[in-house]
């Protein structure tokens, strides 16, 4: 008689396919995200509400790293498609501790959701709509990914957002539904445009004030009011000068409608002036401009500390007699160094490890891949891209804590085949099950001084725990071969 299924002891990740809505087959899934709870929803009080409706593989709360405050959004995993489905009908928009849950397909690849690909507007929301409500009146135009009314101390704000798993529902849904009734209401409904993207567009079909550059010496207020008149009405000219009262070579132009300045902008922007090119531009505040410089030349610096950054490579495992000038000869066939260095001890004693920078990002990349494993006076071996020590231990950090799932105690009993996992907590490859009594140095080292590695055990559970030498229980091998036993402290 064959026996139960078992949930396995591993996850394994999910496998993609070219299906639209979020780029993987939906009958495989089995995770579930949870958003919009309350910050007070605790790990205990998740598995509680979903364990009621399905059995729960795992799940993680996201958490602050600095604070350890939730934010308000979790990932459950469930053991079968099916449990996670009915899940997903019976709990979406139900309350937890006071305030409705917002449950959605966990998606892998979050591009689709980020660029807004299928997500409508919509506002005359009567108050008693709620987002349950809301996911009913679209739902027969395709599959929702998140229905979600806003609310300000728990009431509606009168409009809401509903994202569709494909652009093509989303214009069905908008086309049907905008300027219908709903609760006495006329809908309005349209494509959702970033605030960022709307206050923009504000701002540039409002100006009325032009900036004009490259003027000649002798060009007069008069003149250059003449020259924009033919355009709109000018309700004033200025052309700036310098302490001896000469053209500084700009001016501003302000209309009296935003048309008629556009319409200037449009004809005069690059018109040739006999040896000059006539700059018109939306005149700006001084916040304002200094804003977009600030912005800019930080894009730059951030440019060229990226490319400083890649171009930059931490190696490992040096012998001890590789001096700089070695170090130098073993990498320059990649590329030009700028430098060079073996970091030591205060005796001079090599660290095993150092330091070589490229010029450029490129040469650092094929020295990476040309050398990384290889074997170099009488050891392997490790390149990699340097990082600072801060943003290596955050890196660490962030991915033990992610990647450690609260896992349920309940066994499933189903056998509908092999369920799929969500892999946001199961980014790594598996460990091989072991003996807890065998010695494992190349997987469990200490949290930080061993970077790529597996960082499974932290200092403090490190502590817990001591390390005994003990003999084999085989006599005729005794002394050769040694077990290592981690014996817990009482």
């Known amino acids: 008689m064959a026996s139960a299924a078992q949930p396995p002891s591993l996850p394994l990740p999910l496998q993609s396919s070219n299906v639209a809505g979020g780029g993987w087959n939906s009958l495989q899934r089995a995770s579930l995200y949870v958003g919009d709870l309350d910050p007070d929803v605790t790990e205990t009080d998740l598995i509680n509400k979903f364990s009621a409706i399905a059995p729960v593989s795992s799940l993680r709360l996201c ?188 001016g501003f132009v302000n209309f009296q409608s935003p048309d008629d300045a556009k319409k200037a902008l449009e004809a005069m922007n690059g018109l040739q002036l006999g040896s000059k090119n006539l700059f018109v531009g939306r005149a700006q505040k001084k916040a304002e401009r200094t804003k977009l410089l600030k912005n800019k030349y930080k894009d730059v610096f951030n440019c060229r500390f990226e490319k400083l950054k890649a171009s930059n490579l931490y190696v490992k495992n040096l012998n001890e007699s590789i001096d700089d000038k070695r170090l130098q000869e073993v990498f320059g066939r990649f590329g030009r160094i700028t430098s060079a260095r073996v970091m030591r001890l205060e005796n001079g004693r090599s660290k095993g490890f150092g330091f070589v920078c490229f010029s450029s990002p490129e040469e650092a990349t094929a020295a990476l891949h040309g050398l990384n494993g290889t074997f170099f006076e009488g050891k392997f071996l490790y390149v990699a891209v340097a990082q600072r020590k801060e943003d290596r231990c955050k890196e660490l950090q962030y991915y033990f804590m992610q990647n450690t799932p609260i896992q349920s105690s309940y066994q499933s009993s189903c056998n509908g085949g092999t369920p799929q996992f969500h892999s946001f907590y199961f980014n790594f490859p598996p460990c091989p099950t072991v003996s807890p009594l065998l010695c494992q140095p190349s997987l469990y080292q200490h949290f930080v001084t061993n970077v790529g590695q597996y960082p499974l055990s932290t200092t403090d559970e490190q502590q817990n725990f001591s390390y005994d030498q003990m003999r084999h229980v085989h006599p005729s091998i005794a002394g050769i071969r040694r077990e290592c036993m981690y014996k817990q402290h009482v």
């Not at 006329?186 to 993207?197: D, I, N």
């Not at 008149?229 to 000068?241: D, E, L, N, Q």
């Open 63 to 250: 958490r602050c790293l600095r604070t350890r405050k939730s934010l308000r959004y979790a990932y459950i995993n469930f053991f079968s498609h099916f449990h996670a489905r009915k899940a997903f009908a019976c709990l979406n928009h139900t309350d937890l501790k006071g305030k409705p849950m917002r449950i959605m397909w966990s998606q892998r690849d979050p591009f689709p959701r980020k660029i807004g690909i299928g997500n409508l507007f919509v506002k005359n929301l009567d108050p008693s709509i709620s987002s349950a409500c809301l996911e009913g009146v679209f739902c027969r135009f395709g599959t929702i990914l998140s229905c979600k009314i806003a609310e300000e101390n728990g009431k509606s704000k009168g409009f809401g957002f509903v994202q569709f798993d494909s652009e093509g529902s989303a214009m069905a849904a908008m086309t049907a539904l905008h300027d219908t009734m709903l609760e006495g209401r006329k809908l309005y409904v349209a494509k959702f445009v970033r605030k960022s993207e709307r206050t923009t567009t504000s701002e540039e079909e409002k100006f009325t004030n032009l900036y004009v550059k490259n003027l000649f010496d002798d060009m007069t207020e008069d003149l250059l009011k003449e020259m924009f008149s033919r355009y709109g009405k000018v309700c004033s000219v200025v052309i700036m000068k310098d302490g001896n009262g000469m053209s500084r070579g700009f």
